[in-house]
């Protein structure tokens, strides 16, 4: 299982449902608060989402370097 390749499938979705509720809001809201309130919630959600899969990538990465560092130590 490839940690980045998850994350990175999570923020390009989180990418386009934040498009999605981004046009939702320019488009439909003109007296509506119903669609209005439903692409806020869509705009927190794909930022959630972002974020989350952004630790996810960080953490990896951390990963990795942890390893490398562990791994050149025992070479010495």
Known sequence: MDPIATARYGLMAASQRFEASATQIAQGSAGDAGDL????????????????????????????????????????
């Open 37 to 76: 309130a439903e692409g806020i919630v869509g705009l927190t959600e794909a930022k959630t989402a972002f974020k989350a899969n952004a630790m996810v990538i960080r953490f990896a990465e951390d990963m990795w370097d942890s390893l490398l560092s562990i791994q050149s130590s025992g070479r010495k």
